[in-house]
Nanobody, 127 residues
Framework: QVQLVESGGGLVQAGGSLRLSCAAS????????MGWFRQAPGKEREFVAT????????RYADSAEGRFTISRDNAKNTVYLQMHSLKPEDTAVYYC????????????????????WGQGTQVTVSS
């Protein structure tokens, strides 16, 4: 069982930055690939970024590439999403997710691949 708690969301002006954190419970955090997803009002939840449990492999949605960076600290059981150059269209509830994998290089971009989800943190970008 893994419990995930996101933090770091808030209100920021366009062009600003935020860093989201996701703290995980459980002793096997380092065996989970982690992901960030987001859901804007009236839209389906979408993939943002994922990181392998080693931290060596990352993948991003086109909308996040070059502006967002996912990272993890397995010693702290925490995954981060650093967001720069934020745009109003980045406004959404951001969720972190954990998926058990058997390879240190596995990353996952689809929701069904993930086993555990956090409650989400609101990010609002004003124009």
């Amino acid at each position: 069982q893994v419990q995930l708690v996101e933090s770091g969301g808030g209100l920021v002006q366009a062009g600003g930055s935020l860093r989201l954190s996701c703290a995980a419970s459980g002793r096997t955090f380092s065996r989970y690939a982690m992901g960030w997803f987001r859901q804007a009002p009236g839209k389906e939840r979408e993939f943002v970024a994922t990181i392998s449990w080693s931290g060596g492999i990352t993948r991003y949605a086109d909308s996040a590439e070059g502006r967002f960076t996912i990272s993890r600290d397995n010693a702290k059981n925490t995954v981060y999403l650093q967001m720069h150059s934020l745009k109003p269209e980045d406004t959404a509830v951001y969720y972190c997710a954990a998926g058990l994998t058997y390879s240190h290089e596995t990353t996952m971009t689809s929701e069904p691949s993930y086993d555990y989800w956090g409650q989400g943190t609101q990010v609002t970008v004003s124009s």
